[in-house]
Antibody, heavy 122, light 107 residues
């Protein structure tokens, strides 16, 4: 069984950056696809993009391109999402989600982290 | 970008009743359609994938149907723990997109 454990809540100033981690246990990290999803307060789910560690390939939603970077460390089975130039509208819960992409690159989000609340406030 | 429109926005029902939730895509997604349940303060949970396949551990009162552009999630007999927000998602294309959600509330 795969478990994803995310880093703790963050409070950031406008214009700064935040880096959220997502550590996997179980499964074969190298064959995962890791997605990042944002949920603003009281709102729905918004896909930010994904990273395929085995392909060293990241795919970003247009809305976030240029401001977000996904990385992955196979040695520690940890994925990271860094979002820069933060503004108040970036406040929300950030989730990582994953599935084993060894047999098929596309698929639903089988496993979810617990979420990380990022608050952007001056 | 494929837009998913869910209806209704809110559904008020009683335990034991049947719930029918809809999701319509702006263009065909084949069967690359999933449904998630999100309870307050929790991460989403995968219920249905491939439009009609239940994820492991999901009770058989949850069922999915449809293909192309029109999809339905049915909960045959509502249990108290089923009152939550439900999202559809298409994952066949990039960007991955979600519907805006249907809130299932107790009547």
């Amino acid at each position: 069984q795969v478990q994803l454990v995310q880093s703790g809540a963050e409070v950031k100033k406008p214009g700064s950056s935040v880096k959220v981690s997502c550590r996997a246990s179980g499964g074969t990290f190298n064959s995962f696809v890791i997605h990042w999803v944002r949920q603003a307060p009281g709102q729905g789910l918004e896909w930010m993009g994904r990273i395929f560690p085995m392909l060293v390939l990241a795919d970003y939603a247009q809305k976030f391109q240029g401001r977000v970077t996904f990385t992955a460390d196979e040695a520690t089975k940890t994925a990271y999402m860094e979002l820069s130039s933060l503004r108040s509208e970036d406040t929300g819960v950030y989730y990582c989600a994953s599935r084993d992409a060894a047999e098929e690159l596309v698929g639903p989000f089988d496993y979810w982290g617990q979420g990380t609340l990022v608050t952007v406030s001056s | 970008e494929i837009v998913l429109t869910q209806s209704p926005g809110t559904l008020s029902l009683s335990p034991g009743e049947r719930a029918t939730l809809s999701c319509r895509a702006s263009q065909s997604v084949s069967n690359y359609l999933a449904w998630y349940q999100q309870r307050p303060g929790q991460a989403p949970r995968l219920l249905i994938y491939g439009a009609s396949n239940r994820a492991p551990g999901i009770p058989d009162r949850f069922g999915g149907s449809g293909s192309g552009t029109d999809f339905t999630l049915t909960i045959s007999r509502l249990e108290p723990e089923d009152f939550a927000v439900y999202y559809c998602q298409q994952y066949g294309g990039s960007p991955v997109t979600f519907g805006q959600g249907t809130k299932l509330e107790i009547k």
